[in-house]
Nanobody, 114 residues
Framework: QVQLVESGGGLVQAGGSLRLSCVAS????????LDWYRQGPGKQRQLVAS???????WYEDSVEGRFTISRDDVKNTVYLQMNSLKPEDTAVYFC????????WGQGTQVTVSS
C-alpha cells in the first residue's frame, strides 16, 4: 500500500525558508518520478517541481532558483527546500508519485506573511 506523508509546512515571513519532506512507503522513490504540487487559495493545483528516478529535476518558472527538490534514497524521502519565500508561495503543498501509482499525499500548509 502506497503512502506519502508530507511535513515541514508552517508560517514564515517573506524572505524566509522552509524545507518540506515527503516520506514514502510502498513505493521506492529512486525508481519513480515524484512531484511537488501546490494549491493556493482559489487556485488550481500547480506542478512546482519534479525529480525522476534518474535524478533529473524540473522547476516551474516562478520557483526556479529559489526551490530545490532532492531525495534521500536511504530514507525513501523527497524534499523541497524553499528559500526566499514570497507571499504568493502561500499554498497547500502536496507530494505526488506518478504512474503506475498515481498517489497523492495529504498535503502540508505553507503560509508566507508579508
Amino acid at each position: 500500500q502506497v503512502q506519502l506523508v508530507e511535513s515541514g509546512g508552517g508560517l514564515v515571513q517573506a524572505g524566509g525558508s522552509l524545507r518540506l519532506s515527503c516520506v514514502a512507503s510502498g513505493v521506492t522513490v529512486s525508481l519513480n518520478t515524484l512531484d511537488w504540487y501546490r494549491q493556493g487559495p482559489g487556485k488550481q493545483r500547480q506542478l512546482v517541481a519534479s525529480i525522476t528516478g534518474g535524478g533529473l529535476t524540473w522547476y516551474e518558472d516562478s520557483v526556479e532558483g529559489r526551490f530545490t527538490i532532492s531525495r534521500d534514497d536511504v530514507k525513501n524521502t523527497v524534499y523541497l527546500q524553499m528559500n526566499s519565500l514570497k507571499p504568493e508561495d502561500t499554498a497547500v503543498y502536496f507530494c505526488y508519485v506518478r504512474f503506475p501509482f498515481n498517489y497523492w499525499g495529504q498535503g502540508t500548509q505553507v503560509t508566507v506573511s508579508s
